[in-house]
């Protein structure tokens, strides 16, 4: 299944817990795993306790670790801007799996899956999910 967000970029941070515990009921997925992936070299997913105060410190830790205003060999190629996107995206990664046990997300009681959106722009972001039978 393949789902859209619309994304404001600039370390956009979106919860899509419910868009996949929605998957899990449609697919009747009772044990097993399921993969989240999201397209493009722009963005990447993890696991946060999603409230102000963690977005806001894991928007603060990437702008230290890959800022904006820093030179990017990227731009020497596309002049696009988004050099930093790229290496934040790289480090984040596109995919998690999460553990799926009795038809429920085994996550932790403060922990959601988010999309973040590196990008240098709004962009409609396309999420992959898919049911890993159990293993």
Known sequence: MIFTIQTKGFTDIVDITDFVEDFIR???????AVLVFVLGSTAGITTIEYEPGVIEDLKNVFEKIAPKD????HEEA????NGFSHVRAGLLKPSLV???ENG???LGTWQQIV????????RERKIVLKSLKSF
């Open 26 to 32: 449609k697919e009747k997925i009772e044990d097993g």
């Open 115 to 122: 999309l973040v959106d590196f990008d240098n722009m709004p």
């Open 70 to 73: 820093a030179k990017y060999n």
């Open 98 to 100: 999460v553990p799926v």
């Open 104 to 106: 429920k997300l085994l």
């Open 78 to 81: 596309w002049h696009d801007g």
